[in-house]
T-cell receptor
Framework: DTEVTQTPKHLVMGMTNKKSLKCEQH?????MYWYKQKAKKPPELMFV???????INESVPSRFSPECPNSSLLNLHLHALQPEDSALYLC?????????????FGEGSRLTVL | AQSVTQLDSHVSVSEGTPVLLRCNYS??????LFWYVQHPNKGLQLLLK??????LVKGINGFEAEFKKSETSFHLTKPSAHMSDAAEYFC????????????FGSGTRLQVQP
């Protein structure tokens, strides 16, 4: 199994809603990542988890709250988002948090904030 | 500090003709370099990687890239384009030190004409 599975694929939410994005991998990878991608732009790193501990937070606003319940799961909790947060949110994993760059990406969750 | 420049935002080729996507990098240290591909509404997939072994790197789907240190380039090529190659391509650099974060280029959209 070489997949990273993200749910939901599409999400529409209002600015007062609370929702969560979920990511799962069963490759035994110990590093997991959240990226944000705006249209026609490259992905931007948001968070890195290594061995279930938050290792990088790229100064992401607190309305985005990551959680890593176990080595296979990664969540992104969303609250009080702004319309400019609308984007494709990509989850990725790698065997270790190294610089080899070999990331496995999910297909993303497309978020629209009204 | 590291950076990567993709010299063309858009490349259009005819099916069966060669593909050249250009990438220049800047890195303080010996870099690792990668090409990722993103098909519409999909996640990113690793095409190939350079990590200081052979300078000519072969990837999936007939793509290859050559690391040229003197030119600080890592151009992606394919002898014969296929319709299914139409996608966004990202050149990525990792300097193997420090924060172990990847730096993405701005992307090149490849269009393949029948």
């Amino acid at each position: 199994d070489t997949e990273v599975t993200q749910t939901p694929k599409h999400l529409v939410m209002g600015m007062t809603n609370k929702k969560s994005l979920k990511c799962e991998q069963h490759m035994g990878h110990r590093a997991m990542y959240w990226y944000k991608q705006k249209a026609k732009k490259p992905p931007e790193l948001m968070f890195v988890y290594s061995y279930e501990k938050l290792s990088i937070n790229e100064s992401v606003p607190s309305r985005f709250s990551p959680e890593c319940p176990n080595s296979s799961l990664l969540n992104l909790h969303l609250h009080a988002l702004q319309p400019e947060d609308s984007a494709l949110y990509l989850c990725a994993s790698s065997q270790e948090w190294t610089n080899t760059g070999e990331l496995f990406f999910g297909e993303g969750s497309r978020l629209t904030v009204l | 500090a590291q950076s990567v420049t993709q010299l063309d935002s858009h490349v259009s080729v005819s099916e069966g003709t060669p593909v050249l996507l250009r990438c220049n990098y800047s890195s303080s240290y010996s870099p690792s370099l990668f090409w990722y591909v993103q098909h519409p509404n999909k996640g990113l997939q690793l095409l190939l990687k350079y990590t200081s072994a052979a300078t000519l790197v072969k990837g999936i789907n007939g793509f290859e890239a050559e690391f040229k240190k003197s030119e600080t380039s890592f151009h992606l090529t394919k002898p014969s384009a296929h319709m299914s190659d139409a996608a966004e391509y990202f050149c990525v650099v990792s300097d193997r030190t420090g924060r172990r974060a990847l730096t993405f280029g701005s992307g090149t959209r490849l269009q393949v004409q029948p």
